[in-house]
């Protein structure tokens, strides 16, 4: 698939395909002055975006991303050093909880639009 119609499949702007290409996050395959993504990339083009959305940076999702791709084989998973698990660890551990107060935050948010809502629909039957 050309980059235009993964910016289209994708809802991600070209420019952002490209610097996510240049950083290490994507790597389509390139021929000539064309990057053509198979769906493995469109996979990780979709965990990126669940992941931004999940409050972590570009780094913090690569790390992710290079420690997914050191599972692939059996091989390399003895290849992965305790320091890079514990910090992967509280990294999610982190971004869990920061998930769980936005989420907490957006539900108390909820409840005050409802009972303003509630409100004017009293204020309304008023009239």
């Known amino acids: 698939m050309k980059i235009g119609e993964v910016s289209q499949l994708t809802g991600i702007n070209i420019d952002t395909l490209r610097y996510y ?11 000539g002055k064309h990057r053509h993504y198979q ?3 469109i996979e990780t083009l979709e ?14 999702i690569l790390e992710l991303l290079k420690l997914d791709d050191k599972y692939q084989t059996l091989e390399s998973v003895y290849q992965i ?4 698990l514990s910090n992967i660890k509280q990294l999610v551990t982190n971004k869990t909880q920061l998930i769980d ?13 409802q009972r ?7 204020l309304r039957k008023e009239d």
Do not use: T, W
């Open 81 to 84: 050093e305790l320091d890079d």
């Open 116 to 122: 303003i809502e509630e409100k004017l629909n009293l």
């Open 21 to 31: 290409d240049r950083i290490g996050l994507v790597s389509p395959i390139r021929q």
């Open 39 to 41: 769906a493995s990339d």
């Open 47 to 60: 965990m990126i975006q669940v992941l931004k959305a999940g409050l972590f940076s570009l780094d913090e």
């Open 101 to 113: 107060e936005k989420i907490a935050s957006l539900q108390q948010a909820q409840q005050l639009l």
